[in-house]
């Protein structure tokens, strides 16, 4: 029988190089409250949120994918050519097929580099980035372009008054490149299905060509609407505080660390009163940057991490170097945590 040649990769992985892209639309709490019974305290109270930015039509998800991506390229210091693969994060891409990512690589210039979409919710930046790492050290690829890319405004139920002030558009990327010492720790993932129904669309699109209106949403006018994002957000919110700072420790234990030697603490920005209860449970020191861009960014799904990672290191809140814990959690439910070195 003959012998395969085995794959030549690189000794490790890390990121090379983040960008990000917000719309140019910042829309207040104001807004939302023009739909929704409810006041800019409560909703500050409740999630943290003060802004949020929607895409405008030329902001689609491609656009908003090729402008971060070229930011992160550039952060990298290698050219779209040397790309070998494209890997796009995102739930609200609405064309069955062809995956967005073959346009993204088009656009960006790539040579034909292998492009796919995958949907994991708001995990869906870390298994992206669990994907790359193993691309890299397989040597499948030797940069791997990593994006998070959401127009959740697309579908978000504006009269439903427990997600509508929730949900803002954007796109973050990364590069993922080789190295000759580890910077992505081991990834801590997985899924507990028997949530699912704890974050949903609203009605499956199949529902909308049979065309039965008992079965389909209406809005006060009672038109028919787009579908949405739902949450049991008191289910949801449990789920992510006990649970996912079980998965953060077991991140930083796989990696061989202690809270104690991090720098920077990335969680998904799904809401502030999660994001504090995680540094409280995993006993954060204060020396510790905790990125809070949902005040500004609300909750961008996928993008949200390299959104605020751009961001923390743009303000210089952290810098280049810096040992990281990111986790993502969300629709399925799915979680994925890990700990990296800061580009």
């Not at 902001?59 to 550039?74: F, L, Q, R």
Request: proline share 5%.
């Amino acid at each position: 029988m003959p012998k395969i040649r085995p794959s030549k990769g690189a000794p490790y992985a890390r990121i090379l190089g983040v960008g990000g892209y917000r719309p140019v639309r910042v829309v207040p709490n104001d807004v939302i409250l023009e739909r929704i019974d409810s006041s800019d305290e409560w909703i500050r109270s409740r999630s943290g949120i003060e802004t949020r930015h929607w895409a405008n039509d030329e902001e689609t998800v491609a656009a908003m994918s090729v402008e971060a991506s070229g930011k992160a390229i550039a952060d990298a210091g290698i050219s779209a050519e040397q790309i070998g693969a494209v890997v796009v994060s995102t739930v609200s891409h609405f064309s069955q097929t062809p995956a967005v990512a073959t346009e993204i690589a088009d656009k960006l210039g790539t040579n034909k580099a292998a492009a796919f979409d995958i949907s994991a919710g708001c995990a869906g930046f870390g298994y992206g980035l669990t994907l790359a790492k193993g691309m890299v050290v397989e040597g499948s690829a030797e940069y791997v372009l990593v994006i998070g890319v959401e127009r959740l405004s697309d579908l978000t139920d504006l009269e439903d008054r427990a997600t509508a002030f929730l949900f803002g558009d954007g796109a973050g990327a990364v590069v993922v490149g080789p190295s000759q010492e580890p910077h992505i720790g081991p990834t801590v993932w997985g899924s507990e299905g028997d949530k699912s129904g704890t974050i949903k669309q609203t009605v499956p699109w199949n529902e909308y060509r049979i065309g039965d209106l008992e079965k389909l949403p209406l809005d006060r006018e009672g038109n028919v609407k787009f579908p949405a994002i739902t949450q049991e957000g008191q289910a949801v919110f449990r789920w992510a505080v006990f649970e996912m700072a079980k998965v953060a420790m077991e991140a930083l234990e796989a990696s061989g660390l202690s809270p104690d030697d991090l720098d920077v603490f990335i969680p998904h920005q799904a809401n502030e009163r999660i994001i504090d209860s995680m540094v409280k449970t995993l006993k954060l020191p204060e020396h510790v940057t905790v990125a809070r861009d949902v005040r500004t960014t609300g909750n961008t799904s996928a993008a949200s991490i390299p959104l605020a990672m751009e961001r923390l290191l743009a303000t210089g809140e952290a810098k280049s170097g810096d040992t990281a814990l990111v986790i993502g959690f969300g629709a399925g439910l799915v979680y994925a945590a890990t700990v990296v070195t800061l580009p």
